[in-house]
T-cell receptor, first 111, second 117 residues
Framework: AQRVTQPEKLLSVFKGAPVELKCNYS??????LFWYVQYSRQRLQLLLR??SRESIKGFTADLNKGETSFHLKKPFAQEEDSAMYYC?????????????FGGGTRVLVKP | EPEVTQTPSHQVTQMGQEVILRCVPI?????FYWYRQILGQKVEFLVS????????KSEIFDDQFSVERPDGSNFTLKIRSTKLEDSAMYFC???????????????FGPGTRLTVT
């Protein structure tokens, strides 16, 4: 069975400071990893996925299979980054395509 | 941009009553999902649905739960006899294909808050 752990429930940073959200996973096969974001009173939406290897809104995340991690980073946080962030795993090639979520990290960017 | 919609936004029901939560997935999507999030806990997978059949279900999805696509647009989650512990936010999602192919993402609805009293 797969598991996703986000050790920080809350991250509070000042505007312009770097922010890193940790995500560790356990899964015996090859996973697909995602970061979802939920802004205040909005729906869950995909932020980025490891397969695309792109930067979205200044955020990047690298899959480290050796450390089984998929940490999310942004060098200069903005106030509009304040939101709930969820790391999620999908077991590749598995029937059903279910996502396993971490517990989420609330990011608060202070002015 | 097309969105997944869910109704109602909030449902209050008494223990033992049946509830039906409704979702309208994005029109060209083929895969449909239900997740739930109990307050303060993780978002948990309940069930996935493709080609009018359940593809996968979790341990949470017991005989009290059922899903249906009664027409070409709606996707419903029924809880036959609600319990207090069914109180949660229920999210519907849909995807065009399987994410395992590296292309398709799951699009989430805004959720239905179910309160069982």
């Amino acid at each position: 069975a797969q598991r996703v752990t986000q050790p920080e429930k809350l991250l509070s940073v000042f505007k312009g400071a770097p922010v890193e959200l940790k995500c560790n996973y356990s899964y015996s096969g090859s996973p697909e990893l995602f970061w979802y974001v939920q802004y205040s009173r909005q729906r869950l939406q995909l932020l980025l996925r490891h397969i695309s290897r792109e930067s979205i809104k200044g955020f990047t995340a690298d899959l480290n299979k050796g450390e089984t991690s998929f940490h999310l980073k942004k060098p200069f946080a903005q106030e509009e980054d304040s939101a709930m962030y969820y790391c999620a795993l999908n077991p590749l090639a598995a029937a059903g395509n279910k996502l396993t979520f971490g517990g989420g990290t609330r990011v608060l960017v202070k002015p | 941009e097309p969105e997944v919609t869910q109704t109602p936004s909030h449902q209050v029901t008494q223990m033992g009553q049946e509830v039906i939560l409704r979702c309208v997935p994005i029109s060209n999507h083929l895969y449909f999902y239900w997740y739930r999030q109990i307050l303060g806990q993780k978002v948990e997978f309940l069930v996935s649905f493709y080609n009018n059949e359940i593809s996968e279900k979790s341990e949470i999805f017991d005989d009290q739960f059922s899903v249906e696509r009664p027409d070409g647009s709606n996707f419903t989650l029924k809880i036959r006899s609600t319990k207090l512990e069914d109180s949660a936010m229920y999210f519907c999602a849909s995807s065009e294909g399987l994410a395992g192919l590296g292309t398709y993402e799951q699009y989430f609805g805004p959720g239905t808050r179910l309160t069982v009293t």
